[in-house]
């Protein structure tokens, strides 16, 4: 599953795309939180609209293809199972290049590297290796259909379907188990984050023992293990995490990093992919502010202003996963939610480009670009600017 918040889905609406997505990737607007036992500890309710957007949860491939026939209307070419292998800028000729393993350049004015967590371009963008570290967590997932798998007539699972659209989380003893349905309770997907201390070999994604999961579950509510038990199969994805990267953006400014190349994010953060789509417009907005001649001035100003906003984001996900975890059998309230603060999802981050873009392009270009820096002490590179 892959879940958009309303300030990504706030975007995707403007480009046409509701009416699309909400059919295939409506959530229930309950959020059923349980102590580990089974205990209720709080229902958030989740209307929607918020904050005059709609988010949208759905079956990552669903929602991919969607965006792939967006792009494709566009006009836009889509070239399937080519890997990049090398990145290089020639500001002199003010281009950026792209080489991929059938020994075919690409040059640009920009290039956009959203090539995820284990990027090849993150390399040549902060100038060293940065490989993301273990977190100390790893999540188990699967997504299977309703009745096919046994969840319709099962006491313990019916609830997942016979009501419709169905949202659960089970919390405490440093893990959080999660039960979603959708598409009116015919599919259902879930997912567990818990301790893993092994070592990431470079194999992150594996395929997952059922078994195992049980086994994690078995002192747990029993619908835990009931719901469990009902997927014919489940990956095993390690939780790797980095340190906030020092800068977003290459040297000569014509090469960026976006999405999880730039900032992974912690699934309770439930911002990860929102985030990755707030970079798309944000970023057009600051290359047609700056003008063909002025494209590092632009990739500049897109990282200013989206720096800090992500990396408060991140840290949200953090304290949601610290909570959950700690919680004990008895606990309630509505300090359990899921944060869905004002200042995260209320943002039109495109219309905020546009006003705060002057401001922060002029700052660069009168005081010197500054690279974003982990410690204020600490010296931070500077390039003039020229207009």
């Keep these: 599953m892959i879940s958009l918040g309303v300030n990504a889905g706030r975007i995707l609406a403007r480009w046409g795309l509701h009416e699309k997505l909400w059919g ?19 229902v958030q309710q989740m209307p929607m609209p918020v904050f005059g957007a709609f988010s949208y949860s759905g079956h990552r491939a669903t929602i ?35 080489k991929i393993q059938t020994g075919e350049t690409f040059d640009a004015d920009v290039i956009v590297a959203a090539d995820g967590v284990k990027s090849l371009a993150r390399k040549f963008v902060i100038g060293h290796h940065d490989n993301p570290k273990p977190s100390g967590y790893a999540i188990y997932r699967a997504w ?33 188990f999660m039960a979603i349905s959708v ?35 078995k002192d747990w509510d029993p619908r835990c293990a009931a719901i469990v038990s009902k997927a014919p199969s489940c990956i095993d994805w390690k939780l790797l995490i980095h340190d906030p990267l020092p800068t977003w953006v290459s040297k000569s400014g014509r090469v960026v990093l976006s999405g999880d190349a730039a900032h992974p994010f912690l699934p309770t953060s ?9 970079d798309g417009p944000v970023l057009a907005v ?12 632009g990739t500049r100003t897109w990282e200013s202003i989206r720096y800090q906003r992500v990396r408060d984001a991140q840290m949200m996900g953090v304290a949601t996963r610290d909570k959950w975890h700690g919680a004990k059998p008895g606990d309630t309230g509505e300090s359990f939610e899921l944060p869905m603060p004002e200042w ?32 204020e002490e600490e010296p931070t590179e500077q390039v003039k600017e020229t207009q």
């Design 24 to 42: 295939v990737a409506r959530l229930s607007e309950e959020l059923h939180i349980h102590d580990y036992l089974g205990g209720l500890v709080h």
């Design 64 to 98: 991919h293809e969607i965006l792939l026939e967006h792009a494709k209307s566009l006009g836009i070419e889509i070239r399937m199972g080519h890997q990049a292998v090398e990145y290089w800028e020639d500001e002199a000729n003010r281009k950026a290049y792209v």
């Design 144 to 176: 299977f259909e309703a009745e096919e798998c046994g969840v319709t007539t099962d006491p313990l699972t019916d609830f997942m379907s016979i009501h419709g659209n169905q949202l659960h989380a089970w919390i405490g003893k440093d893990m959080h």
């Design 183 to 217: 598409l009116e309770g015919k599919s259902v997907c879930w997912l567990i984050t818990h301790k893993d201390d092994a070592p990431v070999d470079g194999n992150w994604s594996s395929p997952g023992k059922i078994e195992d999961v049980l086994d994690i579950v």
């Design 270 to 278: 439930v911002q990860g992919a929102s985030q990755a789509i707030e």
């Design 286 to 297: 600051a290359l047609s502010l700056a003008g063909k001649d002025n494209v590092p001035l």
């Design 344 to 375: 995260l999802l209320a943002l039109d981050v495109e219309a905020d480009a546009y006003t705060t873009y002057d401001g922060v392009a002029r700052s660069i270009v009168e005081d010197g670009y500054r690279r974003p820096s982990l410690f």
